[in-house]
């Protein structure tokens, strides 16, 4: 009998283990989420803007295709940022920066519909949401780093260094857009104190340095080489940003870094 109770007793100890063990993992998973839908956010604001860039020279239905994909998917992000269980930031600070990506959709809203109509940019407009996608990511880029410092986030160097290298890579992409169009080029920085393409671009070295580092598997491996190879070969028209070089190859290869950085932090995490 007393045995029996034993028994009773272990099992009970063991399922209340696993409920907890259980709960842990689900809280760390939903934590991961949280800071991966706030990265895709600040990612696709950039991309929108690199996007928009573009169209504001051409016009081009694809280009405005591409806008429409990279607001779509900040929105989807920023949705799943609302809805999340996680705790990490108050109501407050997620509706802070709802609020300014509200007023970034508008504005961009606003700037498309007057390329569509007069087939130029009004350079007051685009200075307005410049400005205004500076204030937005500077608050999702404070709030990332509150969600990172969060004692329910587990923190991978390795993944932290392509996320902040994507993110980096995906403004530089941006801001290489806007110089490539003249007209619309003294609109984009938005401050003083952003930083310049070349200082950019070797930060972006030294992200990249602490990516490669470490024990990598073969496929890990392979992207981060593809990754290192698409960045050597535009790494010279980022430092030097004033020579002539074609605009839509940088575009192209930028696409492509950011893209490798995306699979490189899946397979890492999916290797932790």
Known sequence: ??????????????????VFASMGARAQ???GN???????????NYMAMDAYYRFSASGDTETLNEIVAAINGANDAMNAVIESTSGILTEEQIESLNQEFDSFKDLMRSNVNDVRKTGYPDLRLVSDMANQALTMNDIATELYSISQESTQTGNNPRVEAARSASVMMAQMMAKYSARSNSSVYQTFQGAETEKPLDEQAREFDQLLAVVTRGDNEDAVEETIQNVSSKWEFIRGSYINFNDRNVSFIIDRYSKGIIEGLSTTIELLQNKA
């Open 29 to 31: 998973e939903t934590a």
């Open 1 to 18: 009998m007393k045995d029996s109770r034993l028994q009773v007793r272990s099992l009970v100890v063991a399922l209340v283990l696993l």
């Open 34 to 44: 949280f800071l991966a839908n706030l990265h895709e956010f600040r990612i696709n």
